[in-house]
Each structure stands twice: as structure tokens, then as C-alpha cells.
T-cell receptor, first 108, second 114 residues
Framework: AQSVTQPDIHITVSEGASLELRCNYS??????LFWYVQSPGQGLQLLLKYFSGDTLVQGIKGFEAEFKRSQSSFNLRKPSVHWSDAAEYFC??????FGAGTRLTVKP | NAGVTQTPKFQVLKTGQSMTLQCAQD?????MYWYRQDPGMGLRLIYY???????DKGEVPNGYNVSRLNKREFSLRLESAAPSQTSVYFC?????????????FGEGSRLTVL
């Protein structure tokens, strides 16, 4: 059965620091992988997606993610976090199944 | 361009009452979805419609019904609301089916069942 695990419920980073949000999945084949961001009181917006090809994908707002088949992971990264990145982040597998989310707090 | 529009944005019901959440998209997408979002559980798929005239159950369909009225509209009905259905509901649409494409979300409908 498909499943998505985001091990970190809440992460706090300082503004300007680097960020990595973890996502692990269970899927029968190479999945379609997505990261979405949700600002408070809003719907979800796509950050980036991976279907095939280059395992390092670039997204909006300076985010990137790397697909690692051997680790069944699709971790989201950003080199330098801005205060406006504070939000909840969701990993999705197969486009329809979502992880529980990771809430990001940014310290000034 | 409105994208995905949900109504109402807020609703309070008493246990046993019924209601329908409406969703419309103007992007000519084939697939539409209903999710519920609960703290610590992410988004869980209730029902989806891969194309006009078809609907399928998701992870948590019990207590809900859906109607794909036409290509634009996909409604979610609670026939007899229960407190466990207190949640934020999101409608989404996609140009592609079976989870292979980007989902475009509405702003959500917050439902409280007393």
C-alpha cells in the first residue's frame, strides 16, 4: 500500500539558515512525488514535483528536492530560509496521498 | 482567473443535520478531489472523480457522498453530520488523473459539527 511519512512534525530554524524537510514513501513503483506548501488559512500550493529524469528538481521560492530511490526519500531543501517561508509543508506520493505535514517556524 | 472555488467557507451544523459543500473549477480540468484536513493527519482523500460521470472512494469515504454534476462542479454531501466530521475540507482539481498531475486547491471550507 502507498504511504508517506514526514518524520518531523515541527521544525524551527533561524532566518538565513539552511533547511531540510524529510519525506519517506512506500510505493510499488517509481512514484510521482510532490511537495506542497500551505500558508495559514490558505489552500495548498505546489512547490515542485518529480516524475522522472534528473533526481534533483528545482521549484519555486528557491526550494529544491532530491529523489533517492535507494532510500525511498524525497527531501525538500532550501539553502537560506526567509521569514516568509514559515508555513506547513506537505509531501505527496502518487499525487493523491499526503504526509501528515511539517510545520516550519522561522526565528528572526 | 478564479481557479477552484469552494462554498461555503465556514459552516456550523448540529449533529444529524445535512449539508452540501460546493466546488467549481474554471480550468477545464478532468479530475476533481475532496480532501479533509485534520491536525496531525495531513490531507486525507475522501472521494475523487477522474472524469465527468465517474466517482471513486478515497481513504475516508464513510459518511459522505459526492456528485460530479458536470466537468466544472464536484459537490460533497454530508447526509447526517457527526462531530467526527468537524474538519477543514479542501476541493482540488487536476488536468491529469490518478494522481499524476499537480493539484490546484481551493481555499477550504471549515465545518464544525456540534
Amino acid at each position: 500500500a502507498q504511504s508517506v511519512t514526514q518524520p518531523d512534525i515541527h521544525i524551527t530554524v533561524s532566518e538565513g539558515a539552511s533547511l531540510e524537510l524529510r519525506c519517506n514513501y512506500s510505493y510499488g513503483a517509481t512514484p510521482y512525488l510532490f511537495w506542497y506548501v500551505q500558508s495559514p488559512g490558505q489552500g495548498l500550493q505546489l512547490l515542485l514535483k518529480y516524475f522522472s529524469g534528473d533526481t534533483l528538481v528545482q521549484g519555486i521560492k528557491g526550494f529544491e528536492a532530491e529523489f533517492k530511490r535507494s532510500q525511498s526519500s524525497f527531501n525538500l531543501r532550501k539553502p537560506s530560509v526567509h521569514w516568509s517561508d514559515a508555513a506547513e509543508y506537505f509531501c505527496a506520493v502518487g499525487g493523491m496521498r499526503f504526509g501528515a505535514g511539517t510545520r516550519l517556524t522561522v526565528k528572526p | 482567473n478564479a481557479g477552484v472555488t469552494q462554498t461555503p467557507k465556514f459552516q456550523v451544523l448540529k449533529t444529524g443535520q445535512s449539508m452540501t459543500l460546493q466546488c467549481a473549477q474554471d480550468m477545464n480540468h478532468n479530475s476533481m478531489y475532496w480532501y479533509r484536513q485534520d491536525p496531525g493527519m495531513g490531507l486525507r482523500l475522501i472521494y475523487y472523480s477522474a472524469s465527468e460521470g465517474t466517482t471513486d472512494k478515497g481513504e475516508v469515504p464513510n459518511g459522505y457522498n459526492v456528485s460530479r454534476l458536470n466537468k466544472r462542479e464536484f459537490s460533497l454531501r454530508l447526509e447526517s453530520a457527526a462531530p467526527s466530521q468537524t474538519s477543514v475540507y479542501f476541493c482540488a482539481s487536476s488536468a491529469r488523473s490518478q494522481g499524476t498531475g499537480e493539484l490546484f486547491f481551493g481555499e477550504g471550507s471549515r465545518l464544525t459539527v456540534l
